[in-house]
């Protein structure tokens, strides 16, 4: 696969790869393509990171409601506070 590229090709890349992505975010792109090409490998090849992790403990749904407090219980109200004008009291 690489028997065409010559060093000469592999610096004209890199040299591309530096202008086109800039020297500081250049080591992070490099990190990121080397775990997709990874990941890649191991989809391919039928790895699985999962394998023998157990089973998955169930989450809870996205679109499920937040949890709010007891409607049976009274709220709490802080004695610090003044009341609203709203309550009697």
């Not at 086109?20 to 039928?46: H, M, N, Q, W, Y």
């Amino acid at each position: 696969m690489l028997e065409g590229l010559s060093p000469a090709h592999l610096i004209l890349i890199l040299a591309i790869a530096l202008i086109v992505v800039g020297p500081g975010k250049l080591p992070e792109t490099g990190a990121a393509l080397g775990r997709a090409i990874r990941g890649f490998r191991d989809a391919a090849s039928g790895k699985d990171e999962t394998a023998g992790a157990g089973p998955v403990p169930d989450a809870p749904a996205a679109d499920a409601a937040p949890q709010t407090a007891d409607p049976q219980e009274p709220p709490t109200v802080d004695p610090q506070e003044p009341p609203t004008a709203g309550r009697a009291g």
